[in-house]
């Protein structure tokens, strides 16, 4: 398979702007992760979908986090506004139910 | 909810030591614990997993051991090589086993001196 993929690979906004990190899981694959990952904070889970539902956001930071899966193909995590903490990078994971593979993960800069 | 632990944040061993990492969990009811593997500005990677049914688990040079009674699973890499050299990052599910809910250790870098 083509595992999963997610875009842009990298990402420099600048403060107070939108930005929007897509994600394709692996066909098939029931079940939608969203990671933070930082020096700091280590590897955080932000939100997962399971059959394009979301059924823990609890790890979604403030309310300029948002995310949706309109489709079994493709999720969208969504920043509004960006702030130099949210530099990161997000990965997008998926699974069917035991093995979570990640995709290689936005670098995104807030500057 | 779930809280791991993960130790030590760094570890240097001599290139084919064997180096250990360990990590505690605090949910009694998680039952299935990965550990991953990163290599630098890459993606984690599955490098084994083992559920609670089970005590041991090896593959080639690599091994996990799991202490359900008090919640604390190691991976054990002998013959280390300078591939080896990465971030490994163990997790707990608290759900049925499946990848629902994965809780991270902080991760430990592992370096491997020549």
């Known amino acids: 398979d083509a595992g999963v993929i997610q875009s842009p690979r990298h990402e420099v906004t600048e403060m107070g702007q939108e930005v929007t990190l897509r994600c394709k899981p692996i066909s098939g694959h029931n079940s939608l992760f969203w990671y933070r990952q930082t020096m700091m904070r280590g590897l955080e889970l932000l939100i997962y979908f399971n059959n394009n539902v979301p059924i823990d956001d609890s790890g979604m930071p403030e309310d300029r986090f948002s995310a949706k899966m309109p489709n079994a193909s493709f999720s969208t995590l969504k920043i509004q506004p960006s702030e130099p903490r949210d530099s990161a990078v997000y990965f997008c994971a998926s699974s069917s139910g035991q093995t979570l593979r990640f995709g290689q993960g936005t670098r995104l800069t807030v500057v | 909810g779930e809280n791991v632990e993960q130790h030590p944040s760094t570890l240097s061993v001599q290139e084919g030591d064997s180096a250990v990492i360990k990590c505690t969990y605090s949910?009694?009811?998680?039952?299935?614990f990965p550990w991953y593997k990163q290599e630098l500005g890459k993606r984690p990677q599955l490098i084994i997993d083992?559920?609670?049914?089970?005590g041991e688990k090896k593959d080639q040079r690599i091994a996990v051991t799991l202490n359900k009674t008090a919640k604390h699973f190691s991976l054990h890499i002998t013959e280390t090589q300078p591939e080896d050299s990465a971030v490994y990052f163990c997790?707990?599910?608290?759900?049925?086993?499946?990848?629902?809910?994965?809780?991270f250790g902080k991760g430990t870098h592992l370096i491997i001196q020549p």
């Open positions: 083992i559920r609670s049914n089970v």
């Open positions: 997790a707990a599910s608290q759900t049925g086993g499946g990848a629902d809910g994965l809780t």
């Open positions: 949910d009694s009811a998680s039952n299935y």
